[in-house]
């Protein structure tokens, strides 16, 4: 079974650009979450889609967007990028509901660079 | 609210070494958690979990025990290898979404 995956892999951008980022969860996983990897803060959540609906989101501001299709592949939009937007963005798939460990599953990520 | 302490690194150990990575979490009930692992340049990878109080997660030699008692989830590994190097992961289980910890750097060296 493949797993999660996620283009581009490798990304600069200049500041003030914007940037969409993607993902393909496991086949049959229907929820999608999307993390931010940096030196200084770590991991943390950005949020989370079951079904094409966003469940639940992080502490981050509204220029990070995002949307899950039908076929359960997200997409991550930030808008006027910034410096600090430099990171590792993750991408986690799960099957979903609320049953269960919370299995989820990650991609490579997407290094973005933001010069 | 849901949080995960976890042991500064990096950590440097010869081979063959014993392991252990401290882990202990703050939350509401008794949540999953877990142990991830991330290789140089690579995603992260689960290692190893636990459901319930008293479970014991095991993988690849790694073990870590559910103890609600003093709210831990260490990682242990009797012998490590060269392989072994990483960066290590505690998490929990939130509402929604995974609590990670700061991750803790493993060197192996020969």
Same mark, same amino acid.
């Given at each position: ?28 996983? /229907? ?30 501001? #509204? ?9 359960? /592949? ?32 990650? #991609?490579?990520?997407? /290094?973005?660079?933001?010069? | 609210?849901?949080? &995960?302490?976890?042991?500064?690194? $990096? &950590? ?6 014993? =392991?252990? *990575? ?8 008794? $949540?999953?958690?877990?142990?991830? @692992?991330?290789? $140089? ?5 689960? =290692? ?26 260490? =990682?242990?590994?009797?012998? @490590?290898? @060269?392989?072994?190097?990483? @960066? ?19 060197? &192996? *060296? $020969?």
């Amino acid at each position: 079974k493949a797993g999660v995956t996620q283009t581009p892999r490798y990304l600069i951008k200049t500041r003030g650009q914007q940037v969409t980022l993607s993902c393909s969860p496991i086949s049959g996983h /229907r929820s999608v979450s999307w993390y931010q990897q940096t030196p200084g803060q770590g991991l943390q959540f950005l949020f989370e889609y079951f079904s094409e609906t966003q469940r639940n989101k992080g502490n981050f501001p #509204g220029r990070f967007s995002g949307r899950q299709f039908s076929n359960s /592949r997200s997409e991550m939009n930030v808008s006027t990028l910034e410096l600090g937007d430099s990171a590792l963005y993750l991408c986690a798939s799960r099957k979903g509901g609320d049953a269960g460990s919370y299995e989820q599953y990650f #991609g490579p990520g997407t /290094r973005l660079t933001v010069t | 609210g849901d949080s &995960v302490t976890q042991m500064e690194g $990096p &950590v440097t150990l010869s081979e063959e070494a014993f =392991l252990t *990575i401290n882990c202990t979490y703050t939350a509401t009930g008794y $949540p999953s958690l877990f142990w991830y @692992v991330q290789y $140089p340049g690579e995603g992260l990878q689960l =290692l190893l979990k636990a459901t319930k109080a008293d479970d014991k997660g095991s993988n690849k030699g790694f073990e870590a025990t559910y103890r609600k008692e003093t709210t831990s989830f260490h =990682l242990e590994k009797g012998s @490590v290898q @060269v392989s072994d190097s990483a @960066v290590y992961f505690c998490a929990l289980r939130g509402a929604n979404n995974l609590f990670f910890g700061t991750g803790t750097r493993l060197t &192996v *060296i $020969p």
